[in-house]
């Protein structure tokens, strides 16, 4: 009554991609990183301060308003009527290559 064994897949089903078959999982993880590229270029490109940042954040190292002369005018402008000061937007503890090498 049991009907003997199960034929296996001829694949490995968590490794099966449905473009054209590929075993490969490079694939999906190339189109992943694109679509999260993309993304994240959106997002800066149109990245908005209405406030300055009380303190150091993560996002002055890309955001555009921390790197165009004429926003670093504006903002330093803005600072000095409040009695407020600039802040650097690559702070010495950030070592872009350190981090650039960890992650690779």
Same mark, same amino acid.
């Given at each position: 009554q *049991? *009907? *003997?064994g199960h034929q296996p897949p001829p694949f490995a089903p968590w490794t099966y991609t449905?473009? *054209?078959?590929?075993?490969? @999982?490079i694939i999906p993880v190339v189109g992943m990183l694109t679509l999260a590229a993309a993304g994240f270029y959106y997002s800066t490109t149109r990245?908005? $301060?209405? $406030?300055? @940042?009380?303190?150091w954040i993560p996002s002055m190292l890309w955001a555009r308003e921390f790197h165009d002369p004429q926003s670093v005018a504006f903002w330093k402008e803005q600072l000095a009527k409040e009695e407020r000061e600039w802040i650097e937007p690559h702070?010495?503890?950030?070592?872009l290559n350190c981090i650039i090498h960890v992650l690779c």
């Amino acid at each position: 009554q *049991g *009907g *003997g064994g199960h034929q296996p897949p001829p694949f490995a089903p968590w490794t099966y991609t449905a473009i *054209g078959g590929f075993r490969n @999982p490079i694939i999906p993880v190339v189109g992943m990183l694109t679509l999260a590229a993309a993304g994240f270029y959106y997002s800066t490109t149109r990245e908005l $301060r209405t $406030r300055y @940042p009380e303190r150091w954040i993560p996002s002055m190292l890309w955001a555009r308003e921390f790197h165009d002369p004429q926003s670093v005018a504006f903002w330093k402008e803005q600072l000095a009527k409040e009695e407020r000061e600039w802040i650097e937007p690559h702070p010495d503890w950030v070592c872009l290559n350190c981090i650039i090498h960890v992650l690779c």
